[in-house]
T-cell receptor
Framework: GAGVSQSPSNKVTEKGKDVELRCDPI?????LYWYRQSLGQGLEFLIY????????KSGLPSDRFSAERTGGSVSTLTIQRTQQEDSAVYLC??????????FGQGTRLTVV | GDSVTQMEGPVTLSEEAFLTINCTYT??????LFWYVQYPGEGLQLLLK?????DKGSNKGFEATYRKETTSFHLEKGSVQVSDSAVYFC????????????FGQGTELSVKP
């Protein structure tokens, strides 16, 4: 596709369940980012993939959060045993090296 | 590590007022600098960028100049409109630090008619 695609666009889950969020980056983009944006808040960095380098996981808030990027393309962010404080919009972005990032529309996660 | 600091919001202006949103950065290398905008209910989109010192990025009447001597990239617009109401994020990408995109905390702008 022409842009970054995220799915699902909305997800409601029960506390304690696991969720998977998917990101399809722009074809050919070597970098992929996950951010979290809580209501009225800024962007919280979660994880960064760049080419074949080891991912920068320094922003993951706990070991319940993990992400992988398969074949240098699609990425999945997994949240295990979801908590209410995980409710937020999860944003994915991709870019070429040292270039502007293009963002998807996000996945709105609500934990009830 | 690298970081970006923006002026606190929210900023409230009247239509046609002059806008400045301050942004300063800390980087070990020579980063590229960006301004992103998030309109209400929408995703983030690039507003403008500059890749080296003294470059000026511009778009939609907004401008920002890469000032290496003051490590700043302030966003300006001569005459704001109600439609400029949004959250503005300053960001950097430092190739020497792996190219990771680092954002400031965002500044909310509200323009009143």
């Amino acid at each position: 596709g022409a842009g970054v695609s995220q799915s699902p666009s909305n997800k409601v889950t029960e506390k304690g369940k696991d969720v998977e969020l998917r990101c399809d980056p722009i074809s050919g983009h070597t970098a992929l980012y996950w951010y979290r944006q809580s209501l009225g808040q800024g962007l919280e960095f979660l994880i960064y993939f760049q080419g074949n380098s080891a991912p920068d996981k320094s922003g993951l808030p706990s070991d319940r959060f993990s992400a992988e990027r398969t074949g240098g393309s699609v990425s999945t962010l997994t949240i295990q045993r979801t908590q209410q404080e995980d409710s937020a919009v999860y944003l994915c972005a991709s870019s070429l090296a040292r270039s502007e990032a293009f963002f998807g529309q996000g996945t709105r996660l609500t934990v009830v | 590590g690298d970081s970006v600091t923006q002026m606190e919001g929210p900023v409230t202006l009247s239509e046609e007022a002059f806008l400045t949103i301050n942004c300063t950065y800390t980087a070990t290398g020579y980063p590229s600098l960006f301004w992103y905008v998030q309109y209400p209910g929408e995703g983030l989109q690039l507003l403008l960028k500059a890749t080296k010192a003294d470059d000026k990025g511009s778009n939609k009447g907004f401008e920002a100049t890469y000032r290496k001597e003051t490590t700043s990239f302030h966003l300006e617009k001569g005459s704001v409109q109600v439609s400029d109401s949004a959250v503005y994020f300053c960001a950097l990408s430092d190739y020497n630090q792996g190219g990771k995109l680092i954002f400031g905390q965002g500044t909310e702008l509200s323009v009143k008619p």
